[in-house]
């Protein structure tokens, strides 16, 4: 199905600073049972339940979602999935891959999942679907959730505006599951409508021109919006953001894109969002 995620994007392999040892340690054992995925989270995904037993307290179960996802980690996780199943912890690494493969996820785990955990990157299908679902978020340092829209009624004409028939159908489909889902979760679709397309202040816009002068060539698109909590919290309804890192403006959003992929153009916020009835503390 359409709407992939983005291209290659290789990350560095050091470890998150500053995090509890326990969520560290989850963090390092999904990277190993992942394999390729947890070096290039674009790569062909992988998927693991793993068991944990801390010093005190039951035993936990972490999900680990890495790479760009299909059917068949759909269908890894359908097997595991019964009414009592519980997940402490999902942890997350990757670039995106198709709608219908990380919504059916979502479908399946949300009201199971008490915490996201971001390692390094989630973007796209990631940032729609796994980073809504959960009680509590948690962004590691350094890691970025990227957005650049996704399927809801207010979107389809432009993820499609010429699409067949066949697959006009399809968006519908979608659209409608994750208005659904959005609405379970009670959150906005708006945050889909928004970073859907090109938004830009003039900051930015100073900003990407500065990056093409200095030989960096700022491509016509962006990639996506890494956006911060206080829009996440006072736009979206986003709530459990306590744990949320985040680069805290838009050049070092950008800059950070940069240094994990030399074609990745991030930016803080689409411009639609600057309005102070958004962007100001709720009346």
């Given amino acids: 199905?359409?709407?992939h995620g983005s291209g290659p994007l290789a990350l560095a392999e050091g470890g998150p600073a500053e995090l509890d040892p326990t969520i560290e340690r989850e963090i390092d054992l999904c990277r190993s049972h992942i394999g390729a995925a947890a070096a290039n989270p674009s790569a062909s995904g992988g998927v693991s339940f793993?068991?944990?037993?801390?010093?005190?307290?039951p035993s936990q179960l972490t999900l680990?979602?890495?790479g760009?996802?299909?059917p068949s980690v759909v269908q890894s996780i359908r097997?595991?999935?019964d009414g009592n199943l519980r997940i402490d912890r999902l942890i997350v690494r990757s670039t995106g891959g198709a709608v219908a493969d990380w919504l059916a996820i979502a479908e399946m785990i949300e009201n199971r999942v008490e915490q996201v955990v971001v390692d390094q990157i989630c973007m796209s299908s990631c940032a729609v679907y796994a980073f809504a679902i959960a009680e509590r978020r948690l962004v590691t340092p350094g890691s970025l959730v990227v957005w650049h829209g996704g399927p809801s009624p207010a979107t389809i004409d432009l993820i499609a505006p010429d699409a067949s028939d066949e697959i006009a159908a399809d968006l519908e489909e979608l659209s409608q599951r994750t208005a659904a889902l959005?609405?379970?979760l009670d959150l906005s679709l708006d945050i889909l409508r928004d970073t859907q397309t090109l938004s830009l202040s003039p900051n930015d816009a100073d900003m990407l021109a500065q990056a093409s002068e200095e030989g960096s060539e700022a491509p016509l698109d962006i990639?996506?919006?890494?956006l911060d909590p206080q829009a996440l919290s006072r736009c979206y309804g986003y709530s459990g953001l306590e744990e949320m890192?985040?680069?805290?403006?838009s050049h070092a959003v950008f800059t950070l894109g940069r240094r994990r992929s030399a074609d990745l153009t991030v930016l803080m916020r689409p411009w639609r969002i600057e309005l102070p009835a958004c962007a100001s503390e709720p009346g």
């Fill in 1 to 3: 199905m359409l709407l």
């Fill in 50 to 57: 793993i068991t944990v037993t801390p010093e005190e307290g």
């Fill in 64 to 66: 680990c979602l890495a």
């Fill in 68 to 70: 760009t996802l299909g």
């Fill in 79 to 81: 097997a595991r999935v």
């Fill in 182 to 184: 959005y609405d379970r």
């Fill in 223 to 226: 990639d996506g919006y890494a």
């Fill in 245 to 249: 890192w985040h680069p805290g403006f």
